[in-house]
């Protein structure tokens, strides 16, 4: 088991877990909790990539104890405290923040875009927001089966 960083709200404006992968600093992924909130899922995800060599930011946004209990809009300032705290503990450029609505193509177009000039390629993209639509497949209409 990889040795891990983990900091608080109360001291950096942010909580989460760093897992530092196989200590490279040429890339980090920030890995947000959905709509279950708090670590649990968040832990198990950045502790995949950790294994797999690529440094991982667990961020809770909420459901924690030092977090709020409901989301009710993104904390667009929260992460970006935990950017600038990945930028000090050496990731520097390898971090960006670029906010994007899923749900809107066009925002989502302008994250590869402004990805691919800013880093030359886009290597991982995870889209782990979801919008459940609890039907049968067959009875679910071809709109809701869009990729």
Do not use: C
Request: proline share 3%; glycine share 8%.
């Amino acid at each position: 088991m990889s040795r891990h960083i983990k900091t608080h709200v109360k001291t950096e404006g942010f909580e989460g877990i760093l897992y530092p992968g196989d200590g490279r600093r040429d890339m980090v992924m920030i890995v947000m909790s959905g709509s279950d909130g708090g670590l649990t899922l968040t832990k198990q995800e950045a502790a995949f990539y950790d294994k797999n060599g690529i440094p991982a930011l667990a961020l809770a946004l909420f459901k924690t104890k030092e977090t709020p209990k409901e989301l009710s809009r993104v904390p667009v300032e929260y992460v970006e405290r935990a950017v600038r705290w990945l930028k000090a503990q050496g990731y520097g450029d390898s971090v960006s923040f670029f906010f994007a609505d899923v749900r809107n193509e066009e925002e989502v177009k302008a994250l590869v875009d402004f990805t691919a000039e800013k880093y030359g390629s886009l290597d991982i993209f995870v889209n782990s927001a979801a919008i459940w639509n609890y039907a049968k497949v067959y009875d679910l209409p071809q709109e809701d089966l869009k990729l």
